[in-house]
């Protein structure tokens, strides 16, 4: 959100209500989003919000919200689930 208020703090707003209005489903349907195709863990999993990839991990009792980058970019060497 930090990259799109460059251009536009409305529209960023606009954007991050639509992230937290999208995720709020997890809570009930955690599995709902895909699997990472990058990565090799049934545990990883994403949304895509307005081509904003919304990568989560499914935990114990919660879900964890890893990352939001643009669909186009590249997870390449480190990716949000390395913990690096």
Same mark, same amino acid.
């Given at each position: 959100?930090?990259?799109?208020?460059?251009?536009?703090?409305?529209?960023?707003?606009?954007?991050?209500?639509?992230?937290?209005? !999208? !995720?709020?489903?997890?809570?009930?349907?955690? @599995?709902?989003?895909?699997?990472?195709? @990058?990565?090799?863990? !049934?545990?990883?999993?994403?949304?895509?919000?307005?081509?904003?990839?919304?990568?989560?991990?499914?935990?114990?009792?919660?879900?964890?919200?890893?990352?939001?980058?643009?669909?186009?970019?590249?997870?390449?060497?480190?990716?949000?689930?390395?913990?690096?």
């Amino acid at each position: 959100m930090q990259y799109i208020s460059r251009d536009s703090v409305f529209y960023a707003g606009v954007f991050g209500e639509r992230v937290v209005l !999208t !995720t709020r489903r997890l809570g009930d349907f955690p @599995e709902s989003g895909r699997l990472i195709p @990058e990565a090799d863990d !049934t545990a990883l999993r994403e949304i895509v919000v307005q081509g904003y990839r919304v990568m989560y991990r499914l935990e114990a009792g919660r879900v964890l919200v890893l990352a939001v980058m643009h669909g186009r970019r590249d997870v390449g060497s480190s990716p949000p689930w390395d913990g690096r």
